[in-house]
């Protein structure tokens, strides 16, 4: 076995350094093209609250799975979504002046009642769970 000289010792440490570099500068890229897939469909459907809890045009935020999923009461009916932003997962909050979902990173904006994306680098809508209402009581997923 041969001994390591200073001169390949520092030489070893620059490789290291530069891949390193490399990949500082390749994740942002790669993460770009292969954006965040977060959300868990839980087994059993989640409990929102009753229905007079959750006025028109009013938002609440629940956890399904392990991410906040947004509870919106839109004029054409419930609706639920992932909060998690399809373009580097932040999490979207409702924006009840503009009517939209709201991306603080990178101003990414989703429509109401389908999740789609109205403007802003998001590549898909926001994910949608099903949602329903039992004697009078909101519930987010569905008894699988
Ligand atoms: S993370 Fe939401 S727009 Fe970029």
Redo the contacts with the bound molecule.
């Keep these: 076995m041969s001994d390591i000289t200073r001169r390949d010792f520092i030489k070893i440490v620059n490789r290291i350094l530069a891949g390193t570099g490399v990949g500082i500068l390749v994740a942002p890229v790669i993460a770009y093209f292969y954006p965040?897939s977060l959300q868990e469909t839980p087994a059993e459907p989640i409990r929102v609250g009753k229905v007079e809890e959750l006025p028109e045009n009013e938002a609440r935020v629940i956890k399904y799975g392990r991410y906040p999923t947004i509870v919106l009461n839109t004029p054409q009916g419930l609706r639920a979504y992932s909060a998690v932003?399809?373009?580097?997962?932040?999490i979207?909050k409702w924006n009840k002046e503009i009517g939209q979902f709201a991306?603080?990173?990178?101003?990414?904006f989703y429509d109401p009642l389908d999740g789609h994306v109205i403007s802003?680098?998001?590549p898909r809508p926001l994910t949608s769970f099903p949602v329903k209402i039992v004697e009078g009581v909101i519930y987010v997923g569905e008894k699988t």
């Design positions: 965040a932003c399809t373009h580097f997962a932040c979207v991306c603080p990173c990178h101003a990414g802003g680098p998001p």
